[in-house]
């Protein structure tokens, strides 16, 4: 799960670990009913900034011309 967040530059952090913490109880949830569940917020800064975590982000994801294929999100049998 990707969430993108436009915080002020000066809450990035604070903003980062809010969406994770939302997101606590439902990634639990899912893994418990056999799904793979990952929370990763992104953060954009209202001013243009952009946060640390939209270039990890390009690592996990296949985009941009990334030739990995996609992971398919698949529940345990």
């Known amino acids: 799960m990707v969430e ?19 997101y606590l109880d439902l990634t639990k949830e899912l893994k418990k009913d056999g799904y793979e569940a990952k929370v990763m917020p992104v953060e954009i800064g209202a001013r243009g900034f952009v946060g640390f975590s939209a ?4 690592s996990k994801l296949p985009i941009g011309g990334n030739n990995k294929s996609p992971k398919a999100t698949s529940r345990n049998s």
Do not use: C, D, N, W
């Open 55 to 58: 270039y990890g982000i390009q």
């Open 4 to 22: 993108l967040t436009v915080p002020y530059e000066s809450r990035m952090e604070e903003a980062h670990a809010f969406k994770e913490g939302k």
